[in-house]
Structure formats: structure tokens, C-alpha cells
């Protein structure tokens, strides 16, 4: 079965733009997770969604934000770009639902964003 | 924020059994250990996780210690495809929630 797809791969944006990045989950998975990877901080968690509404939240500025379509695909909008925003944004898709074991997130390649 | 403590860095032969330890002496009663890698530029990937016992997978054993303060990840013959950033992390399972904190992980180089 098809993989966590994210589009686009690569992404140069000026500074105070801003940028939309996509994210289509495993086929069946309903929760939409995102995280940024930058050398200096390593792997942050964004956001989650979970059924279209927002479940979980990290230590991010407003100017990130997100969206989950009935579909469970999922976009990520940073808006007045920085040139801090330059980083690997990581989409990951799991179940989601209160399982218990076996809810582990598939991550897909990334959307490496360069902002000039 | 990330409640588990790794070696920056190991090396490993290949063919040789890789050993990452992870200390996690805050988790609780209700956490799970997993573990992720991730190879240079990709997305992470998902190896193991675990509650209290050992656990086994086509990938890796994950040996959890009987008080659960710490775990060593098990790649039985390392490879070259092995070398990767490996990433231990605490979670709670109840809500199924898919909010992963990394912390800065194991930088595992496997040498010919």
C-alpha cells in the first residue's frame, strides 16, 4: 500500500511569503502529524489532526498552521516567512484511534523549505 | 520535550550486533518505548516499541529493563544500510495520540 506521500520535495520561498506544504496519509490512517527538523533543534513536533480537528499542539508561533480535509489528507501553512523557517517538514500518519499498541506513525520523505 | 538520554554517537562492524542504549528513568507506568531511525535526508522509520518485556521484530530486539528506567535497542547483524540516526522516545498510548517527542538520538556509523 502506498506510503506517506508529501508534496512538494523541495521549496525555495523569499522571506515574508508564505508557503502551503501538503501531506497525503497511509490509505485508512485519520491522524496527521507535523514536525520540523532543523540542525539547530532537531526533530520538533508541530501539530496533530485527528479526524479535522486539531488534537495536539507544539511550541510553535501562530504563524504556523494547519488543516485535515474529510479525506485525512493534510495541509501545513507557515505564513511571513523567516529565514529560521528554513528546515525539513516532516508529515507523519498514523491510526490514530485509541488502539493501544501498534498506533506507530509512518513518516513520509519531507518538504525541504529554503527561505532566502 | 524529550525524556530519554543517548550516547551522541557509536560505531559499530558490520555484521557485528549494534547495541543503543537509551536511558528513560522518568517514564511512567503508562509509556511506551519506541524507537526510530532515520537515514541521512529521509523521513524517520519506524523499528520497535515496547512496554515491559522484550520484544523481537524482523528488524531489532528491544531489551527493556525490569524497573523500565532503561532499554538497549538489538540490531543483531549490522549492515551498512544500518547507519542512521536512531532515536529512542517515551509515549503514552491512551489516546492514541501521534505527538513524538525526539530528543537528539545515537549517530550509529556501521564500518566495513
Known amino acids: 500500500k502506498a506510503g506517506v506521500t508529501q508534496t512538494p520535495r523541495y521549496l525555495i520561498k523569499t522571506r515574508g511569503q508564505q508557503v502551503t506544504l501538503s501531506c497525503s496519509p497511509i490509505?485508512?490512517?485519520?491522524?496527521v502529524s507535523w514536525y520540523q527538523q532543523t540542525p539547530g533543534q532537531g526533530l520538533q513536533f508541530l501539530f496533530e489532526?485527528?479526524?479535522?480537528?486539531?488534537?495536539n499542539k507544539g511550541n510553535f508561533p501562530g504563524r504556523f498552521s494547519g488543516r485535515q480535509f474529510s479525506n485525512s489528507r493534510s495541509e501545513m501553512n507557515v505564513s511571513t516567512l523567516e529565514l529560521g523557517d528554513s528546515a525539513l517538514y516532516l508529515c507523519?500518519?498514523?491510526?490514530?484511534?485509541?488502539?493501544?499498541?501498534?498506533?506507530?506513525?509512518?513518516f513520509g520523505q519531507g518538504t525541504r523549505l529554503t527561505v532566502v | 520535550d524529550a525524556k530519554t538520554t543517548q550516547p551522541p554517537s557509536m560505531d559499530c562492524a558490520e555484521g557485528r550486533a549494534a547495541n543503543l542504549p537509551c536511558n528513560h528513568s522518568?517514564?511512567?507506568?503508562?509509556?511506551?518505548v519506541y524507537w526510530y531511525r532515520q537515514i541521512h535526508s529521509q523521513g524517520p522509520q519506524y523499528i520497535i516499541h515496547?512496554?515491559?518485556n522484550n520484544e523481537t521484530n524482523e528488524m531489532a530486539s528491544l531489551i527493556i529493563t525490569e524497573d523500565r528506567k532503561s532499554s538497549t535497542l538489538i540490531l543483531p547483524h549490522a549492515t551498512l544500510r544500518d547507519t542512521a540516526v536512531y532515536y529512542c522516545?517515551?509515549?503514552?498510548?491512551?489516546?492514541?495520540?501521534?505527538?513524538?517527542?525526539f530528543g537528539t538520538g545515537t549517530r550509529l556509523t556501521v564500518i566495513p
Open positions: 522516545i517515551v509515549r503514552v498510548l491512551v489516546t492514541g495520540a501521534n505527538n513524538l517527542f
Open positions: 522518568t517514564i511512567s507506568g503508562n509509556e511506551y
Open positions: 489532526y485527528f479526524s479535522e480537528t486539531q488534537r
Open positions: 490509505s485508512g490512517h485519520r491522524s
Open positions: 515496547g512496554l515491559k
Open positions: 507523519a500518519s498514523s491510526l490514530g484511534s485509541p488502539v493501544g499498541p501498534g498506533s506507530e506513525a509512518f
